[in-house]
């Protein structure tokens, strides 16, 4: 994620007044939890997993890693009991391409094929859909090597053949799949500022061996674009009218307001917009990149050719939803010679100040996210693959994470008016089911429903009182108020205890 001024709130935002159900939502609205193969499998060097990017990131740096992390990979059965019991109607995760394909193309490993096949399997025989990433942050580091990834175009034919066999393996038991996760975050992360995997960029005093900044953070994103319109392609030809599922992309979605009521803050949030949600969702809906960004970029986008244009238009299903953050937008002319080189923080010309995570609860904002996607983008059918609140490792305290309760209330509701108010939203996924590994952040902060005591040889899974909270959610044992309800739980969880 873009290294950016982090503002402190000037308070907390209040959970929704409406007491409401699950049974206020349409029928088939799909309620779930997520993680990522990194974060959670471990085993990063067993049964013919190879590296992904991920990995070498964080080795090359000595950071926390994913080495061992939940140890999914060992302990996949225990995990989905657990998501059966809390009544979870859909589950999130990501494949390793490494671990099905150790080099990323060729020949498939056995074991990693067998992995994901029991774990989907496992899914399924618990009454839980499986909704599948292809694509997490972590590319085989292979194909980094040998050709640079994403930066190639040569990626496109391996991930489709990568795709090509999981839609052939999985797809009688998969129906949503998701091709790239947070593509824009990708990009800017992995190819502007180099914080996160690959760790390409261009500015000095940075740990970034490679990179150009002013042109591989666009050629990425554009590959990417066009890596899930082949795979969509492949998709709706050679598999939907047989297994009926649906391909879809996601995007880091952050809810953007002007810093003052003048005219060119306003400008400056209009231009934010175009170039975080619009540089993938307006090729995605429209066919082409924003006009915002084509005249500022120039020479340094790269082009679609009609074809690709065609192709990319109309290829997803679905737009996956990652929200987390507000930020406010101040119009800024920033010199690109301070810098030495223009990158995506100078081409797009404002100051983005965002809200810290840890305090602010702002429902509003994805609310206000989910009705600009209908009003900009045609209403297509929405996912939101990730929401949830990041609470500090502290096993005590996590166990009573009332703050937690509180933002999901808070969001859930905020989805329901959406969904009332004409949004085509028809999911909603809680980031994260456990604790996990966290990019940046390693072991130090966390998402999950469920804490992971990473002491513990056996790493115990033990359910915190947001799990009690979204269980009696999802299986309408409770309406709620949160005050209300939340103290109940909070006593009945503490007896219990």
């Not at 917009?273 to 066919?287: K, Q, S, T």
């Not at 009332?402 to 809680?430: C, H, M, Q, W």
Request: charged letters at 20%.
């Amino acid at each position: 994620m873009i290294v950016l001024l982090l503002l402190a709130s000037s308070g907390f935002g209040k959970c929704s007044s409406d007491v409401y159900s699950k049974s206020d939502f349409p029928e088939g609205f799909a309620f779930g939890a997520g993680i990522s193969a990194y974060q959670w499998e471990g085993a990063v060097d067993e049964d013919g997993r190879k590296p992904s990017v991920w990995d070498t990131f964080l080795h090359s740096r000595k950071m926390d890693n994913g080495d061992i992390a939940c140890d999914g990979y060992h302990k996949y059965k225990e995990d989905v009991q657990l998501m059966a019991e809390t009544g979870l109607h859909a589950f999130r995760f990501s494949i390793s391409w490494s671990r099905l394909i150790s080099n990323g193309r060729g020949s498939i490993n056995p074991k990693g094929l067998q992995f994901y096949k029991n774990f989907i399997q496992e899914l399924v025989k618990h009454g839980i859909e499986p909704h599948v990433t292809l694509h997490h942050y972590d590319h085989p580091q292979y194909l980094e090597d040998d050709y640079g990834g994403w930066i190639n175009r040569k990626i496109i034919k391996d991930f489709t053949a990568y795709a090509d066999v999981c839609f052939r393996e999985f797809g009688n038991h998969v129906k949503f799949w998701t091709t790239i996760n947070e593509a824009n975050i990708f990009s800017i992360g992995g190819y502007n500022d180099g914080n996160s995997p690959p760790g390409r960029c261009s500015f000095p005093g940075r740990s970034c061996l490679l990179g150009n900044s002013s042109i591989e953070t666009y050629i990425v994103g554009h590959n990417l674009l066009l890596a899930h319109a082949s795979v969509s392609r492949l998709y709706k030809q050679k598999y939907k009218d047989i297994q009926g599922g649906s391909v879809g992309f996601s995007l880091f979605s952050m809810y953007f307001t002007p810093f003052t009521s003048s005219k060119d803050d306003k400008i400056a949030t209009k231009r934010a917009n175009d170039f975080y949600l619009g540089w993938m969702l307006e090729p995605l809906i429209y066919g082409d990149y924003p006009d915002a960004m084509r005249k500022t970029i120039g020479s340094r986008l790269p082009v679609f050719s009609d074809e690709e244009s065609e192709q990319v238009k109309g290829s997803s299903d679905f737009i996956g939803v990652i929200h987390y953050v507000t930020a406010s937008v101040t119009h800024i002319d920033i010199n690109p010679s301070l810098s030495g080189i223009p990158d995506f923080n100078s081409d797009m010309g404002q100051s983005i100040n965002i809200a810290s995570m840890r305090t602010v609860v702002s429902p509003w904002a994805i609310e206000g996210i989910l009705e600009y996607i209908k009003q900009s983008y045609g209403n297509p059918p929405v996912y939101i693959l990730e929401n949830g609140k990041t609470m500090t490792q502290d096993l005590e305290l996590q166990q009573k994470d009332t703050p937690r309760i509180e933002y999901l209330d808070a969001y859930i509701g905020a989805v329901l008016k959406a969904v009332r108010n004409g949004s085509d939203t028809r999911g909603y996924f809680v980031w994260s089911f456990m604790d996990l590994y966290e990019l940046l952040d390693g072991y130090k902060s966390t998402f999950g429903l469920y804490s992971v005591n990473f002491s513990d040889p056996h790493l115990k899974r033990s359910p915190k009182l947001s799990a009690h909270w979204y269980s009696g959610f999802l299986k309408g044992n409770n309406t709620f108020l949160a005050s209300q309800g939340i103290t109940q739980l909070h006593s009945n969880f503490s007896s219990s205890s």
